[in-house]
């Protein structure tokens, strides 16, 4: 790609002339933001691990870097990035995976003068963490499914007597998606367990709830839906919201199509209870399960870009160029 020459850093260090780090430049969330800050006028770097990238193609990519992979290489990664971040002067990093968002808040010394777009870790996991998160939504009197945690295996085994056979089908749901063990991540997969046969097995099977924390919650049947926000340090900024048209897999998982809708003024007041009790900072995702009966449950909340982002840019609410502009308070 061809080499564009960085402007002098000596101009304003506002939004417009910020320089910017998008990592996971395969992610169609990374291509979003680096489209957006492009096009506000920041000078965008874009890496990922392969040769080229989604995001690293774009014109808005001023220049595409290749680094180690987060997940398989962290600490690899980590000395990469703070000397890819002296190199290149970064004042902002935007990691758009959980991985990547949260091995740098768990080293953010790293980055110098860099600085991410995000809340706290603590912040960060108290919506992340799905137990966590649950318990918030108890104290905030959001509606959620009802939820039993576990330690490990053994524990739930110690307690089977409380999951009687019309308790099924069942949700089993690890309290975070990817889990940090200091030397690499350990990724997770929520499960439907149709009887306690299936439940059995996977607790036999899955490493990941053999020996760590896990969630046992009742099935809402029904479809998806989702609040996405910006916060600027405790208080909203604004946001938006989508109907899920189709999903892969289709019984609930990420959106292949959706189209922006009116805010659910009941959907909106959960997903700012949750966030102003959190104290939020940055971007958000709440999903909910909206039951046959219209009453939403709370799911989880992604604290970091989503996937279908460009939707909400193209709808007129560019969450990237706002939250670079919060974070350099415009």
Same mark, same amino acid.
């Given at each position: 790609?061809?080499?564009?020459?960085?402007?002098?850093? @000596?101009q304003p260090a506002g939004a417009a002339h910020s320089r910017v780090l998008v990592l996971d430049a395969n992610q169609r969330s990374a291509l979003a933001v680096t489209r957006s800050l492009g096009r506000s006028g920041a000078l965008v770097i874009t890496a990922d691990t $392969?040769?080229?990238?989604?995001?690293? #193609?774009?014109?808005?990519?001023?220049?595409?870097?290749? *680094? !180690?992979?987060p997940g398989r290489q962290p600490r690899e990664f980590l000395q990469w990035l703070s000397a890819a971040v002296a190199e290149h002067r970064i004042d902002w990093v935007f990691p758009v995976t959980e991985i990547s968002s949260q091995l740098i808040?768990?080293?953010?010394?790293?980055?110098?003068?860099?600085?991410?777009?995000?809340?706290?870790?603590?912040?960060v996991m108290s919506l992340a963490d799905k137990w966590e998160l649950m318990q918030l939504a108890a104290r905030v009197?959001?509606?959620?499914?009802? #939820?039993?945690?576990? @330690?490990?295996?053994?524990? +739930?085994?110690?307690?089977?007597?409380?999951?009687?056979?019309?308790?099924?089908?069942?949700?089993?749901? !690890? $309290?975070?998606?990817?889990?940090?063990?200091?030397?690499?991540?350990?990724?997770?997969?929520?499960?439907?367990?149709?009887s306690a046969s299936q439940l059995?097995?996977? /607790?036999?099977?899955?490493?990941? +709830?053999?020996?760590?924390?896990?969630?046992?919650?009742?099935?809402?049947?029904?479809?998806?839906a989702g609040v996405f926000a910006?916060?600027?340090?405790?208080?909203?900024?604004?946001?938006?919201?989508?109907?899920?048209?189709?999903?892969?897999p289709p019984r609930g998982g990420v959106s292949v199509l959706s189209r922006s809708v009116r805010l659910e003024p009941q959907l909106q007041a959960a997903?700012?209870? /949750?966030?102003?009790?959190?104290?939020?900072?940055?971007?958000?995702m709440v999903e909910f399960r909206i039951a046959p009966d219209g009453k939403p449950y709370l799911m989880e909340v992604n604290t970091?870009?989503?996937?279908?982002?460009?939707?909400?840019?193209?709808?007129?609410?560019?969450?990237?160029? /706002?939250?670079?502009?919060? *974070? *350099?308070g415009e």
């Open positions: 790609m061809m080499q564009v020459p960085f402007p002098s850093q @000596a $392969t040769p080229a990238a989604l995001a690293g #193609s774009s014109r808005y990519s001023k220049r595409y870097l290749r *680094c !180690p992979s808040l768990l080293e953010s010394p790293l980055l110098g003068g860099a600085r991410l777009p995000f809340a706290a870790l603590s912040q009197g959001v509606p959620h499914p009802r #939820s039993r945690h576990y @330690a490990n295996a053994t524990a +739930l085994r110690e307690d089977w007597a409380q999951l009687p056979p019309e308790a099924f089908p069942l949700v089993v749901k !690890p $309290t975070q998606s990817r889990r940090w063990l200091g030397d690499g991540w350990l990724d997770t997969t929520v499960h439907v367990a149709q059995a097995q996977l /607790l036999e099977e899955k490493r990941y +709830l053999r020996e760590y924390p896990f969630m046992v919650q009742e099935f809402i049947a029904g479809h998806g910006l916060y600027d340090h405790g208080k909203p900024v604004t946001f938006f919201a989508h109907q899920r048209l189709r999903e892969k997903a700012a209870a /949750l966030l102003d009790a959190a104290d939020w900072h940055g971007v958000a970091r870009f989503w996937g279908s982002l460009q939707l909400a840019i193209d709808a007129g609410i560019d969450f990237p160029s /706002l939250l670079l502009r919060v *974070c *350099c």
